[in-house]
């Protein structure tokens, strides 16, 4: 394995994100995700990264009430380098209350053309979301570059120990085909396929009990 010049390896922590690094979660994500298939599917060309970060600065603030919250990898200085979503059993999904009044900031990362199919990707996978009470990682992201060096995986190894000590499962949706066997080797198992509705690209539910 190679050494990124910027990181030492055994120079980082994991911890909960601060309210004050919230800009610093939304900007690491934004980057991680810029050529995501799905988002690359549902947000406009222009300004995707801008609106990219906007988008995560919202999923933190519906995120950081729940049992999980946000968490992230950093080193002792305070530089980001992993950022991953947890919701607990049972508090995965947003209220319909919550929904409604972030409307006005989703519209300003999807578009107002963009709403509907953002919309239809949100039932889709509500829809394929298991009944089964179960850990919920809804994002997770590495800094650009310093993928495969053990970060990202140390980063949601945390968690997963704390659930194999419960005795409790853990599901998400890999977006982009490649990140699958990075999943595997976690422990998370492929349990289909979730088609997105237009001729949209496939998100994959993997399932770790």
Known sequence: MSRHPGVPL???????????ESGAVAALLARAFAEDPVMAWMVPAADREGRIARYFRLAQRQQRPRAGAVRVAATADGRLL??????????????????????PQYARVFGVRGMPRAGEVQNSLYEAHPDTPHWYLPVVGTERGLQGLGVGSALLRQQLAECDRLGQPAYLESSNITNISFYEGLGFRVTGEIRLPGDGPTVWPMWRG
Do not use: D, H, M, N
Not at 84 to 98: I, N, Y
């Open 10 to 20: 055994a120079g980082y922590g994991i911890r909960f994100a601060r309210p004050t």
């Open 82 to 103: 992993a950022v991953a979503l947890w919701s607990g059993p049972g508090c995965w999904k947003t209220s319909a209350v919550q929904e409604l009044a972030a409307l």
